[in-house]
């Protein structure tokens, strides 16, 4: 459809799956621009088939999950090296649907870190040990778990998935701003989400509450 810019997964049996991607690092982040249209459990982007069972592993869900801060309607991340799927630690950032947001997820193996941001915003870490060891050769599947389970219903204006050094804070910053330009409601310009103040009247001038 030519004025539909994004994608959107019915929540039902939508996935996508990748060929085998073999990092050969222990470090990752990912970017998504995203409105939840539920705040049931969808899973965004998840390296092999599930973190559960397997090593050198990462997801980004949308919807509860349990971690630090407890389970929460909004979004979590986390990664694991050799460590076992129970020592497990999600990080979280609480928002209800139907948000629109620029989702932002760092991942360290090594460094015993998973890292949330919402719009620029941090939320609560996970700092469990991951073990040892890089993210392994897997196919990533995007919008289920394996794409058959914990599908995700919402639309996705624009993802990217990177594996390398993780990035500065300004860097983070600036590839969130090229998401957000596509993510509606959310103006990294001004270091938020972009909301009226006042109505329009009428005459469709701008009211500015003078």
Known sequence: VPTCYYVQPDGADDAYVTPTITPNTDKAQIFMGLQ????????LVELSASAGPNAGTFYMLSGPDTGPIGAVNGYSSLSRGSAVADALQTAQIVQAATDYAV??????????????????????????DKGTGNFLAYPAYIYGRGGTSLPFNGRDFGHAVRFGPNLDDATIARVEALIARNTPEVDFMFGGVWTDQYNWDDETNWNDGA
């Open 36 to 43: 939840k249209l539920v705040d049931t459990g969808g899973m």
């Open 103 to 128: 989702v932002t997820s760092t991942q360290d193996i090594a460094g015993d870190l998973s890292t949330i941001r919402r719009n620029g915003v941090a939320g609560t870490n996970g700092v469990a």
